[in-house]
């Protein structure tokens, strides 16, 4: 385990008051905690910023089975980046509506280009690529 390091903030004190309400509200039991995981989220993000990143994350889509031929495209997409795509897991919503979420890893760049190209077919209602970290870089 590394060293643990105590470091000051300074910041407006109205800035403040509103990052403790927020912290509290999610649960957090001090600010360390909360400092660590803003530093942890930003670090993430920029991993996303380098193509060439392996990252993991999400893709989740929502949409209309009913559409003539969505279902056997979207399939036929997945297939296309079988290297990229670890798993994916299909809930129907109700009769029309299904949600597919599908786990990815691999180049952060490839990732967006999954991402994009199955959420921009037409019939997908709504999709969002949810990133995070392989945890490597991660500490």
């Not at 795509?85 to 280009?113: F, Q, W």
Request: net charge negative; glycine share 6%; charged share 25%.
């Amino acid at each position: 385990m590394s060293k643990l390091v105590r470091f000051g903030i300074s910041m407006n004190e109205q800035l403040l008051e509103a990052f403790d309400k927020k912290i509290v509200s999610q649960g957090y039991a001090n600010r360390s905690e909360a400092v660590r995981d803003l530093i942890r989220n930003r670090l993430v993000e920029m991993e996303w910023e380098d193509e060439n990143q392996e990252v993991a994350g999400t893709i989740t889509l929502m949409y209309d089975h009913h559409v003539r031929g969505l279902s056997n495209l979207l399939t036929e997409l997945q297939h296309n980046w079988h290297d990229m795509i670890l798993t994916s897991t299909h809930v129907h919503l109700d009769h029309h509506n299904c949600l597919e979420v599908l786990v990815l890893k691999g180049p952060a760049g490839r990732a967006r280009e999954v991402a994009d190209k199955l959420i921009s077919v037409k019939g997908v209602k709504h999709g969002q690529l949810t990133i995070t970290s392989t945890g490597h870089e991660l500490r």
